[in-house]
């Protein structure tokens, strides 16, 4: 079938996610056929550089040789079974070796399908554990501005992008949102790698007045990917944790994206040393082959649930698929390569590499408002006006147009907003970095170009 006909039958029947149906009648699907290292390749054999790792997911590359051989073993020993009364081996090898190598409050891990999963599980934990140690007041919880944290109901409620929420405001819940980091676009005319953390006092002022009510922080740590990829201070971390324990608020950490080595460390905790009360992991956790979602907690959050089932002080929250042993088998896997390959310290290497080879051809680049970089995670920001960092109006769907320049010459490249970015899978060469962001330079340049 050609590809034509197989994108006929697709938009026929199949509504895609975070998408507006109707560009695709100019810009139908791409079929994609199979896919290898950090290429994709479609049914007439044009590949494709996946220059975001399949929305953040791929960490070490499409038919991972490794990954492809646990999964065969354990499909062919246990595909699934409930996980209430009944537990299994990688879920077990999972729970610890991820307790092993994650912030030292966390001692306890809850299974859930995906990172929105995730966020609710948090949630409910949170207020769950207040109720129960008498604190019954503490009912609400605050975000930061430009948060996202997932497209189910509560999840939505924690975040601040209006793309995503705006039209549901009416049935979220009634989350705190404080203003948060901007670093690009400093209030405080500082800078990130130097600052220390002064838009902290949005929040701290806040939390003086409402810490009675407030259940958890949630909050992505370091990086607000959704919002185009906004890099802030450790520092930030550092002082909102014992913002936290001084007023008895739980600190939720949505690692989803950040977490698996994306930051340049495993954790992007890890840059603040510091430990939530609760952290969210998925995306990278199974390299993008299977939905899986863990909860990580402390004993503190662990032992208000623990009592005789008549208390009704039980966490009765579940998955249908939760503790999924395929999944559990990947997500061990890819925690044996992290470790084997040492892939903490080559990419150190590859983010320099990456870091150098960006400015090297920003130069070329107009309308450049900055590039910032976070490990394996690089932003090139596009503005109207360089002088005043305004941005272009999102009518003029700046990045879309690129990203479809950039297929044409083999690179996806699906951008936010006004922000190009290069979240690529870990295997990625330095020729194939060259490619990527090469690619995405002419890009850039042959739209502006096109749009004078």
């Known amino acids: 079938m050609s590809m034509k006909e197989l994108q006929e039958k697709d938009l026929k029947y199949v509504w895609h996610p975070c998408s507006q149906m109707k560009d695709y009648e100019k810009f139908p699907p791409i079929v994609i056929e199979k896919g290898k290292g950090v290429y994709i390749e479609d049914v007439d054999g044009n590949t494709y550089l996946d220059a ?29 079974v409930i996980f209430a009364n009944f537990t299994h081996k990688p879920a077990i090898e999972l729970c610890e070796k991820i307790i092993s190598i994650s912030p030292d409050r966390l001692k306890k891990v809850f299974f859930g399908d995906n990172g929105s999963s995730a966020i609710e599980i948090a949630l409910k934990l949170s207020f769950q554990y207040h109720q129960q140690i008498g604190k019954t ?17 509560g999840a939505l409620s924690m975040g601040d992008v209006d793309l995503y929420s705006k039209v549901y405001k009416p049935i979220l819940l009634d989350s705190i949102k404080v203003e948060g980091p901007d ?14 953390a002064e838009c902290f006092i949005n929040m701290e002022e ?49 690692e989803i994206a950040v977490g698996f080595g994306r930051t340049g460390k495993m954790f992007a905790c890890n840059h603040a040393q510091i430990s939530p009360d609760i952290m969210c992991l998925s995306k990278g956790l199974t390299a993008g082959y299977m939905p899986l979602s863990l909860v990580l907690m402390s004993d503190k959050i662990y032992d208000a649930f623990y009592d005789d089932y008549n208390t009704m002080k039980a966490f009765l929250h579940s998955h ?27 990419n150190k290497i590859k983010s320099e590499y990456l870091k150098n080879k960006v400015e090297s051809v920003l130069k070329d680049i107009p309308y450049l408002g900055e590039y910032r970089q976070l490990g394996m995670i690089g932003a090139i920001e596009l503005v109207k006006n360089k002088e005043t960092k305004e ?7 700046v990045g879309y147009n690129i990203y479809q320049k950039a297929l044409k010459k083999g690179v996806l490249l699906r951008a936010l907003g006004n922000i190009i970015y290069f979240m690529p899978p870990y295997v990625i060469s330095e020729e194939e970095i060259d490619f990527m962001v090469e690619v995405a330079r002419d890009s850039i340049i042959e739209y502006f170009n096109e749009n004078k």
Not at 137 to 153: L, M, P, W
Not at 183 to 196: A, D, I, L, P
Not at 216 to 226: K, T
């Open 206 to 254: 806040k939390i003086k007045i409402i810490h009675d009510e407030v259940s958890a922080i949630v909050i992505e740590p370091l990086v607000q990917c959704a919002a185009g990829m906004k890099i802030y201070s450790p520092k930030y971390l550092v002082k909102l944790i014992e913002l936290c324990d001084k007023y008895d608020i739980n600190l939720i950490a949505d």
């Open 52 to 80: 975001v790792s399949s929305w953040w997911v791929n960490l070490f590359g499409h038919s991972n040789q490794r990954i492809n051989d646990a999964l065969y073993k354990q499909v062919n020993t246990l595909e699934h």
């Open 137 to 153: 007041n503490k009912t609400r919880f605050v975000n930061i501005s430009d948060a996202y944290h997932g497209e189910t109901i």
């Open 320 to 346: 249908s698929y939760s503790g999924n042993p395929l999944g559990c088998s990947i997500a061990v896997e890819t925690l044996k390569i992290f470790e084997d390959e040492d892939i903490i310290n080559k």
């Open 183 to 196: 670093c690009f676009r400093c209030k405080f005319n500082k800078e990130r790698n130097t600052c220390n």
């Open 391 to 397: 941005p272009f109006e999102s009518e003029k769907r």
